[in-house]
């Protein structure tokens, strides 16, 4: 496909020219001339952009199913997708092994024909219908999405973490009649199977078909197809697929830019989820600015762990497989991840900031919080690679250092894999501003922050590699405009001093146009002349770059009449103190303080109430650990931990927590506490812990009572 690649030129130019970061002191964003209106900021763009937004270079030509065909085509031979196999003898997972574009090319175009093959035989036929998606990261994962694109269809991904009903409502909802999943699904599915007549047939992505010398009566090809007898649900392995698809040597029927690419159903946290229709034209703007704000070259090596059923990681992988770069796919144990990292050595490493509190505190655990020698030097290194650092001080601020580097810095990037990492991204929700510098001087990496939404396939904004300031989300992305609506019920204007304030809203090729089948919804998320409202409130500074302060719909009114945003307090509570791991900050409206909910982290909870309380507890002994929370010793020490930082961090009075409880993992998907993207659900947290809050407050208002009495005494 000679012209395919020949379209790319243009853009590449280009890429390379919007990379470049603006002269020092200039805007990150740019406003349009005259473009304020009443109650609105003016409109911002990239700095680059001012006369038109970079999707109009490719994303009105281009698709995903070209994306994935260019890289193939340039690149055939270079490493695609990387898996490691359980060795069964040894008990363990073995190294990385590779699927070579060109291979990965052959079975997506063969898999995508079989899934066309096995449709029209259930009386399906054209182009545009989904395809259920339901496993966790892997190469397979990845092959259905692309065997997807190859044939015009589009896959729908279930969650891995999802409850049945809400499987179920998807299926129904986006009416599908093929699922590919793995095996430990099938049952849940054929569960499911009498409510779901809409659902014809699953493509198992493990091996189900006889092994060497078992007998054929005993393969899970067999034992499955029996199971489903009675349902009239088909099963198919994914290697049968592919031999079907190959058997018939049909060409691609690649989609139109308009065309779906996926169904993206959110995971609310009230009501069933909403299904974002996103196109592949949004997917390659998306990826357009992914490319061209934090640079992937074909030498790259990514890390799959961040749930490809979210928009993040899939478009994580898109730019990643356009760039002719390797995807190795973490073994499936988010605890064990590091493993994973030592053996990829990823040279970029997207997350979220609940990971990146994690690795910040281990990393103080081993080094900075240490006694003796090995503590002083760390402390003494880090306070210098800070300053260093420091863009306000240094007139060519650096992460860098010669000497500490090779003597700390190294090591203690190497003991998480991630001594190759030339920058990290954190995402979905805001990322402490101390951790992200002190991750900055920790992996002498660029720790930068981004944000989008599922409705704009995960691109909006996004630090430049070359901004050493921390606490913002950068500028506009290259194919997005942005500007402020006030909201003057919340007290934030866009004339507001220093700098404007409001929720954000946005738009561009991006943008989505609409919930599926879901006008009401859809109307609810655009203002009258077509901007998104994203519920998120914002600042933006002098230069363009902007800073997420606040959540439209997450606010607290104490009785004194104050406004309090809980996730704010939560973030600085969870990045300031390590040995903690969720948190849910709940203000009732008669009352006049807060009180909270915390979950532990156990490998650093215990280091922690070993030492006060004076003995010591395994990292293992979950009994002893759920013990030591209800110890009022420790309860009392994190009290202290806590009242510390938000002094530090200039929380006024009725921001700081005035009583707690501790328990191990309170909220959990499972119980139902968390959305599959673990957004805590307040109202429902709220009602499950009625009795545990109240008791909250009746324990403070008795101590603030007593204290009253003996000072009066």
């Known amino acids: 496909m000679p012209s395919l690649l020949s379209s790319r030129q243009p853009y590449l130019q280009k890429a390379d020219e919007i990379r470049k970061p603006p002269p020092k002191g200039q805007p990150y964003s740019i406003t349009l001339p005259n473009s304020e209106q009443p109650g609105r900021s003016a409109v911002y763009r990239h700095h680059k952009t001012r006369d038109g937004l970079l999707e109009t270079l ?159 009566e005993l393969s899970k090809q067999v034992l499955l197809d029996s199971m489903a ?128 509190n994690r690795f910040g505190g281990a990393i103080k655990a081993s080094t900075v919080e240490q006694p003796g020698i090995k503590g002083s030097l760390s402390r003494h290194i880090v306070r210098t690679k800070l300053a260093n650092a420091n863009p306000t001080t240094q007139s060519s601020p650096t992460y860098h250092h010669a000497f500490y580097d090779r003597i700390w810095g190294r090591k203690v990037a190497a003991a998480m894999g991630l001594d190759r990492a030339k920058f990290m991204v954190s995402g979905s929700a805001p990322l402490d501003p101390s951790l992200q510098q002190f991750l900055r001087v920790a992996f002498s ?121 809980p996730e704010r307090i939560e973030g600085v509570y969870l990045s300031s103190c390590s040995y903690l791991a969720q948190a849910f900050v709940h203000g009732d409206s008669v009352q006049t303080f807060l009180v909270a909910i915390f979950g532990v982290q156990p490998d650093t909870f215990v280091g922690f109430a070993s030492k006060v309380l004076g003995r010591e507890i395994g990292p293992t002994d979950f009994e002893a650990i759920q013990a030591a929370c209800s110890e009022p010793k420790v309860k009392a020490a994190v009290l202290k931990d806590l009242d510390k930082v938000g002094r530090k961090k200039k929380f006024a009075g009725y921001e700081r927590v005035r009583n707690i409880k501790l328990a191990l993992e309170p909220f959990t998907v499972e119980n139902e506490l968390l959305t599959p993207t673990l957004k805590l659900k307040r109202p429902i947290a709220a009602k499950k812990y009625r009795d545990t809050l109240d008791q909250l407050y009746s324990e403070a208002l008795e101590l603030e009572k007593a204290g009253n009495v003996k000072a009066k005494l």
Request: aromatic residues 10%.
């Open 445 to 565: 990496s660029r720790v930068l922050q981004g944000y989008g939404l599922t409705e704009t396939y995960a691109s909006a904004l996004a630090q430049h590699e070359g901004d050493f300031t921390v606490g913002n989300c950068g500028g506009v992305m290259p194919s997005t405009e942005a500007c402020l609506l006030s909201v003057p019920d919340m007290e934030y204007t866009v004339e507001d001093k220093p700098y404007p304030r409001g929720e954000l809203l946005l738009r561009g090729a991006v943008v989505f146009k609409g919930y599926y089948k879901n006008e009401e919804e859809t109307a609810k998320a655009f203002t009258e002349d077509g901007w998104f409202k994203t519920g998120d409130i914002c600042s933006v500074d002098e230069l363009g770059r902007f800073r997420v302060i606040d959540r439209r719909k997450n606010v607290l009114k104490l009785a004194q009449g104050e406004y309090i945003s």
């Open 229 to 356: 007898a009675d349902s009239g649900l088909k099963i198919y392995s994914l290697e049968a697929v592919e031999k079907l698809g190959a058997s018939l040597g049909r060409p691609y029927n690649p989609p139109k830019p308009t065309d779906a690419i996926t169904i993206n159903y959110t995971s609310g946290t009230t009501g069933p989820p909403k299904g974002v229709l996103l196109t592949h034209s949004m997917a390659v703007a998306a990826t357009s600015s992914s490319l061209v704000t934090a640079s992937t070259d074909p030498d790259g090596v990514f890390c799959s762990y961040l749930p490809l059923a979210h928009i993040y990681g899939r478009l994580l992988e898109h730019t990643v497989l356009w760039a002719g770069a390797r995807i190795g796919y973490f073994h499936g144990n988010a605890l064990e991840l590091v493993d994973d990292l030592k053996l990829l050595r990823p040279t970029n490493f997207p997350s979220v900031p609940r990971l990146f």
């Open 58 to 216: 490719d994303a009105a030509v281009l698709t995903g199913h070209d994306m994935f065909e260019y890289a193939a085509q340039k690149y055939a031979h270079h490493p695609c997708l990387g898996y490691r196999s359980w060795d069964s003898s040894k008990k363990a997972y073995g190294p990385f092994e590779w699927l070579d574009y060109e291979t990965v090319q052959k079975r997506r175009a063969n898999y995508g024909v079989g899934l066309v093959e096995l449709h029209a035989r259930e009386g399906i036929t054209g182009t545009q219908y989904g395809v259920g998606l339901w496993c966790q990261n892997r190469p397979e994962w990845q092959l259905t999405d692309l065997a997807c694109m190859s044939q015009s269809l589009f896959s729908i991904s279930l969650y891995d973490t999802l409850g049945p009903e809400t499987t179920e409502y998807i299926i129904r909802h986006a009416n599908l009649a093929a699922v590919a999943c793995s095996l430990l699904h099938v049952p849940t599915l054929l569960k499911l199977k009498p409510r779901l007549p809409n659902l014809k047939f699953i493509v198992v992505l493990d091996p189900i078909e006889s092994a060497v010398n078992e007998k054929p």
